[in-house]
């Protein structure tokens, strides 16, 4: 298995442009996440998913979208990137009902928006 | 709700040394337990993790935390450290049954190695 895979690893946007973050999965887990990470300040959740088709929003979603159309994939849509938007991105997923719990996490993608 | 703190935000021990990392939680009933690591450009990587039974758990990498229902606190320990421990250490609470499943994260502390 190759886990939890993101693309790409670094980007550097400017004001106003708007991009895909991918993220995907091949160990059939039903929830995934979205996160972003800030210097001192821990995780922040962005949106979630429960299942294919079924999204809801974290603690910080404005400026950002999401879908869910596979079990496999969960990009994350920034439309308008601002410079708050600067961080590292983590996606993640659980396998929720199947005993595990813990969260297996993708390597990060570092945005830099100027 | 559920919340999680990390009370100290930078920990320096001397390699070889004992490690403690503290972490508190507030939730209403038993939640489950974590801790990550995190290495420099890495992801999170789980160490070990509490659901319920022996309050002391054993991770990986030599870990251990013990859970503390009086105190609210899962704390994490190490008996002699390695320059490689150096990286950064999350606690994190998660409510479960009856409702979707959203871990709570700590602030992370950073963990510091002298030689």
């Known amino acids: 298995n190759a886990g939890v895979t993101q693309t790409p690893k670094f980007r550097i946007l400017k004001i106003g442009q708007s991009m895909t973050l991918q993220c995907a999965q091949d160990m059939n887990h039903n929830y995934m996440y979205w996160y972003r990470q800030d210097p001192g300040m821990g995780l922040k959740l962005i949106y979630y998913?429960?299942?294919?088709?079924?999204?809801d929003k974290g603690e910080v979603p404005n400026g950002y979208n999401v879908s869910r159309s596979t079990t496999e994939d969960f990009p994350l849509r920034l439309e308008l990137a601002a410079p708050s938007q600067t961080s590292v991105y983590f996606c993640a997923s659980t396998p929720v009902g199947q005993g595990s719990y813990e969260q297996y996490f993708g390597p990060g993608t570092r945005l830099t928006v100027t | 709700a559920q919340s999680v703190t990390q009370p100290d935000i930078h920990i320096t021990v001397s390699e070889g040394a004992s490690l403690e990392l503290r972490c508190n939680y507030s939730y209403g009933a038993t939640p489950y337990l974590f801790w990550y690591v995190q290495s420099p450009g890495q992801g999170l990587q789980l160490l070990l993790k509490?659901?319920?039974?022996?309050?002391l758990v054993q991770g990986i990498k030599g870990f251990e935390a013990e859970f503390k229902r009086s105190q609210s606190s899962f704390n994490l320990r190490k008996p002699s450290v390695h320059w490689s421990d150096a990286a950064e250490y999350f606690c994190a609470v998660c409510a479960h049954g009856g409702g979707s499943y959203i871990p709570t994260f700590g602030r992370g502390t950073s963990l510091i190695v002298h030689p």
């Open positions: 998913s429960v299942g294919a088709g079924i999204t």
């Open positions: 509490y659901f319920s039974g022996d309050t």
